[in-house]
């Protein structure tokens, strides 16, 4: 239904019809009334007419964006989180040109890696479309807050600088963004804590410190090149025999499907540790509903994840790093009970955040919340110091750092004003 037709609609019933005849009971001649209320209502649309199109005017109004200049903390709020989405963009694009869609909703024609691209979908078919649309999210939150910047009157933020990494030489990457890549996926450390941490009823920012159900240490996120795993590798399905060369591939995918939910987790906390510290309304805005976006990535990537750790697949492990990345079976009693592990906080398809600890760990029940939001767990310098932890920026020089370091700690400063 179009807006016209629903200022319409609105005018006939709500303003037209009484309360009293929309709760009569008495029978009556639905057509009579309703030609009767139609043509007692006419003077009134006809009298209301002009308010309502002057009232949507001035709604379209207000929806303009605001023009005048930002507060100091806003614009270093934007800053970072454009900081972020520049990161977010370099990574997903590598995933999207080796992963995603082969033929995209939008934007070019995507050949991808072949067995990367069945391994991913051993985790679920629509795989390669969500990897393209994750893509398609990130690379609009970083143009738009750049934009916004600009726009009024603050600097924009600018990586290009940095982007001299090698990343894959392997089949479907973009060959003119060898040893341009801002981001490094070709030996990440996952931090897990995050599986365990939102099916726990303790909250990290009331002191509670998790660990991940298992390790993924030194590990590719992407095929490194054609040698290590050539494009013409068998990947069977749904899942992968021991000894069998696509072991390798397999345990390549099941490492970026942990490694997707880490870098939205790490999303999910930063926009609500950076909207609480926002003046303008529409600054506030812009961090809510990028925020809300980077949850829903979180949570998708939440699910996949579990697959790989989950019959029939669960049990790869990467026959070039066995003791960096084994993928145990998170269901199964005895697997659990040789890692010391609960299945409560394993369960894999227990996705949705468990109600914690939330203000208060005694005066207050259990709430379902994003954990953490504080600063010192969530804020701008945690993100870069767990993303760096991570692996992401192995390579890059202190300047990046340094400048990464700038941009966090003025966001984490900045203070709501009123
Ligand atoms: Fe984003
Ligand atoms: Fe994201």
Request: glycine letters at 8%.
């Amino acid at each position: 239904m179009n807006k016209k037709e629903n200022v319409s609609s609105k005018g006939l019933t709500e303003t037209n019809v009484s309360s009293q005849e929309l709760q009569d009971p008495a029978p009556r001649d639905h057509v009579t009334v309703g030609r009767r209320s139609f043509i007692r209502g006419l003077g009134i649309v006809g009298a209301t007419l002009l308010p309502a199109s002057a009232l949507l005017m001035r709604q379209a109004k207000a929806q303009q964006p605001s023009s005048g200049r930002l507060t100091r903390g806003d614009a270093d709020l934007l800053r970072f989180a454009a900081w972020a989405e520049l990161v977010e963009s370099d990574l997903w694009t590598q995933y999207n040109e080796l992963g995603g869609a082969t033929k995209p909703n939008d934007g070019p024609f995507n050949v991808g890696n072949p067995p990367y691209k069945l391994a991913l979908q051993n985790l679920d078919g629509d795989m390669p479309q969500y990897i393209t649309d994750n893509n398609d999210d990130e690379l609009s939150h970083a143009a738009f807050l750049n934009a916004y910047l600009s726009s009024h009157g603050a600097e924009p933020v600018n990586l290009d600088q940095f982007r001299n990494l090698p990343g894959s030489t392997a089949t479907g990457v973009d060959k003119k963004k060898i040893g341009k890549r801002l981001t490094n996926l070709l030996n990440l450390n996952v931090d897990l804590s995050w599986y365990t941490r939102y099916r726990s009823e303790e909250n990290p920012d009331l002191g509670a410190i998790f660990k991940g159900p298992f390790n993924i240490l030194n590990e590719p996120a992407i095929p490194l090149n054609d040698s290590d795993t050539p494009p013409t590798t068998v990947v069977p399905s749904p899942s992968i025999p021991a000894g069998s060369p696509a072991q390798r591939i397999q345990a390549i995918a099941n490492t970026a499907g942990f490694h997707f939910a880490f870098i939205e987790q790490g999303g999910t906390s930063l926009y609500p540790t950076l909207a609480l510290k926002a003046t303008s309304e529409e600054v506030l805005r812009i961090l809510l509903s990028i925020g809300g976006v980077e949850i829903d990535h979180f949570s998708l990537w939440h699910d996949k994840a579990g697959n790989a750790v989950s019959q029939p697949l669960a049990g790869v492990i990467d026959p070039e790093n066995p003791s960096g990345a084994t993928f145990p079976d998170l269901n199964d009693p005895a697997t659990l009970a040789r890692l010391n592990l609960q299945l409560e906080l394993t369960q894999t398809n227990k996705i949705l955040p468990e109600p914690c600890d939330f203000l208060s760990r005694e005066s207050l029940p259990p709430c379902s919340v994003i954990r953490p939001t504080s600063t010192a767990l969530g804020g701008a310098v945690a993100t870069v110091q767990s993303f760096t932890a991570d692996g992401l920026f192995n390579g890059q020089p202190d300047s990046f750092f340094a400048f990464a370091m700038q941009l966090a700690t003025a966001a984490d400063n900045a203070r709501r004003q009123f």
